[in-house]
């Protein structure tokens, strides 16, 4: 009895016969292709592994070329920031009858602000302080630049020669502006600045000023409100457009005048409100008791109090001035 007798007629010998040679023919077809396969994915998989080794190699090589770069740029910009460093004042004048302090806290290692304080002669002090826009390097340069140009010692700027004894006279504050004025244009070095320079007799105890668009200097009254020293001109880098005038005071014992960049009132909080002109100014006026040092240590305090300690987001620079 075969196959199709007993029902099963797909099952015939034949129809047997030929579906299990069609089978293993199958079974053989995809065994080979499966070898082939698994010999192409073995040889795909080595050159993966081959091409990952070497970038992993390459990878870490250029690793170790961006980190010696950025150590060699984090050395180079500590040495630019002890150059500007040392451009500031190492230490408070001894000056009868005056008494100076000072707080500089750049946003980066290097900033855009500067300041000094310098002896112009046996009567004279000069001050000046200035923001230059932007951060880092490029704003650094400029710093260094305009501070050497202001060098009692090293340059004409703030002296002018002349014949007669004693072979010299003090270039007015407004002078000097309109001076750095013609030889900082924007266009020359994409930069601009803010200034205040001023010089004080302090024998006679006047001061004479001029303001190149900086954040008016607040003078600060013993019995009275504070006032602010406005008088000057636009911002440095206009290229001598617009003249620049200058004020003289008289100041008197228990005078406080502090001198400071927008960093400081362009403060935040973290509700982004700005410390502010105003803030500022009642906060000096609260503590005008206080010694100049202590002053500004009170002030610097209430400023990053307000910001609940955040990290600055610009250059702050306080300067201060105390007539005894």
Known sequence: MNMEELGFPELSGFKLKRDMAYNVYKAAVRYRTEKKDHDLNNRVLKTIILHFSQSQRQLAALNRKLLASQQELETDLKAAAGIQESLLPQSAPNVEGLNFAWKFIPCQSIGGDIFNVFRLDEDHMGLYILDVSGHGVPSALVTVSVSQRLNAQSGMLVKKKQDDPPRYSLTSPSEVLQALDEEYPMERFDKYFTAVYLIINFKTGHLTYSNAAHPAPILLHPDGPPTLLTEGGTIVGMGGIIPFEEETIRLRPGNKLILYTDGMTESRNLLGEF???????????????????????????????????????DDVTMLGVEFV
């Open 275 to 313: 410390y502010g002109d105003q803030r500022l100014q009642d906060t000096l006026d609260a503590h005008k008791h206080l010694p100049i040092d202590e002053l500004l240590t009170r002030t610097h305090e209430d400023m990053m109090n307000f910001g609940e300690n955040e990290p600055l987001g």
